[in-house]
């Protein structure tokens, strides 16, 4: 049976991060993950949310331009909303299942510490 300095239990932000502090400080580290390394952030929570916000904002801005300071002629046209919408939808799937900002791997098991 193999042995580790530290277990960590649960793969999201903070575990990823006690791992690569117990790694840089020598130790052999085991994580453990039940559902998705990375945790909430890439897949349910930061990402997507920033995603959707992005596209919201991106809209936004364009029904605005004349207002910001901007010159399109014809005007931009956007579409309806529900299309936009369903648009908005499918890029933060991408961006949350493709992980254009991937997990972090998690640090390896450093038997050579031991
Ligand atoms: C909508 C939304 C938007 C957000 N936006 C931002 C943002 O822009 N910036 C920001 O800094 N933060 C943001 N956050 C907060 C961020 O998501 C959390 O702070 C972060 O995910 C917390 O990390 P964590 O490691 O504590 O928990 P989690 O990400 O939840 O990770 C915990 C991990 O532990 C695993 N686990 C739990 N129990 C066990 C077990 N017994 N055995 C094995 N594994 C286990 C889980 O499966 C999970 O993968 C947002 C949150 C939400 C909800």
Partial sequence: MTAFDVVVLGAGS???WVADEAV???RSVAVVEQLRVGGDCPYVACIPSKAML???HAREQAR???RLGGDAAPAPSLGPDAAAFGQAVRRRDELSTTGTTPARPVSSPNPASR
Avoid: D, R
């Fill in 64 to 66: 605005n331009l004349a």
């Fill in 14 to 16: 903070a575990g990823s």
């Fill in 24 to 26: 840089a400080a020598g």
């Fill in 54 to 56: 992005a596209s919201a």
